[in-house]
């Protein structure tokens, strides 16, 4: 007899799993999907926006991490693959633009020069002592970032130097997010033994894979939904358009209620869905899953997408990232135009907005998003100029907190699932597309390997 699934949520983590499945169990498996949403792709999003496509969630991956590259080989979209121009973000930090520093481990300084121009004297003698001071370093440590930084190169390397790339990242701040999860390599240097925060970040960027000069980031070509499309027609789901309101067991699997009261019969059951619906999902059947995922934060944030007259004058750079403290409302900006190249005769730009531990996402019009997102090209770019067209989407609870102790709470969220269950998405092994992509196949694989109850 053919296997039957559900697969819970369908955002990127829920289409990777349900093509996994597929690709593994065959023609004949039923898999059920369930997701309310108007279409599928989750945080993936591309909408037309001055007649070009334009993603208004995620918009970018990692290109160095194999699993986004290899999931469109996969699926016959390697030549959709794009890269950037190469030209690189700014900083906005003291009412004024700085280059983005290089020679940086994620604005962690290897060097006093690295950060001369952005932060101060008193800094740069700081950060050039900071081998001559004790480091206190246990393995296993996982402090904030902002306890770790800002304790061996003060709150100017932090907040203008690090925190706008976390902001961008998580949606956070270096006071919410473990150094763990944020800097992998620098704690793997610390946990090696040593002997300075400055020897662990040159020791990190020392091996890097990446080849000097190789593009960071990478995109497809038509936006996200070609991806989207593509695995929804390979994975051949049966979706519903309802939402899932508990997972229970049956005497011969699973059962997925959703919000009619229908219940739907599965051998496994894939649940990807943000932490705070994995909680209230299972917490009969896994409570120990449900209690860790409790403990995971969540931030929302709102884009304003625009399209721009083409010919605006913008510089020759990425974006920007916002430092903290400043007092431009958007966390970072990203003129998309020049990030991946002409686009029509419009120019792309998307404005962010909202952080961990405010409601702006929530509690700020559509129409005072767009007034503030003119005020801050102004103050940027000295510009006033009315869009063209324009979009605001609001990701609310979308964007989880890596916070100390991160990893063990994971490792804690996926021993209390019972066999038959299995957990994707990105509060789990990293936030970003190609974190997703590995997690959702880890799921897919656990249900595929029978695994003793406990």
Known sequence: MSRSYCVVGGGISGLVAAYRLRVAAGPHAAITLFDPADRLGGILRTERIGGQ???VGAEAFVARRPEVPALLAELGLADRQIGTTGVRPLVYSQARLHPLPSDTLQGIPTHPSALA???DDAALARIADERTRPLRWRAGDDPSVAELVGSRFGDQVLTRSVEPLLSGVYAGSA???GVRSAFPALVAALDRGARSLTDAACEALAASTVPRGALVFGAVEGGYTVLVDELVRQANVHWLQ??????QRSPHGWEVVDDEGTRHHADAVVLAVPAPR???LVAEVAPRTAAAARRIGVASTAIVALA???GTPLPQHSGVLVASGERLRAKAVTLSTRKWGP???VELV???YGRFGDDLARSVGDEELLEWSALDLHTLFGIRVDPVDHRVQRWIDAMPQYGPGHLDLIADLRAGLPPGLAVAGGYLDGIGVPACVAAATRAAASLLTPRVAR
């Open 175 to 177: 006071a919410t997010i």
């Open 278 to 280: 994995l909680a209230h």
């Open 53 to 55: 496509p334009m993603d």
């Open 242 to 247: 309802v939402s899932a309101e508990a997972v």
């Open 350 to 352: 998307r404005l962010s």
């Open 343 to 345: 686009r029509g005769n």
């Open 308 to 310: 721009l007259p083409g």
């Open 117 to 119: 121009g952005l932060v």
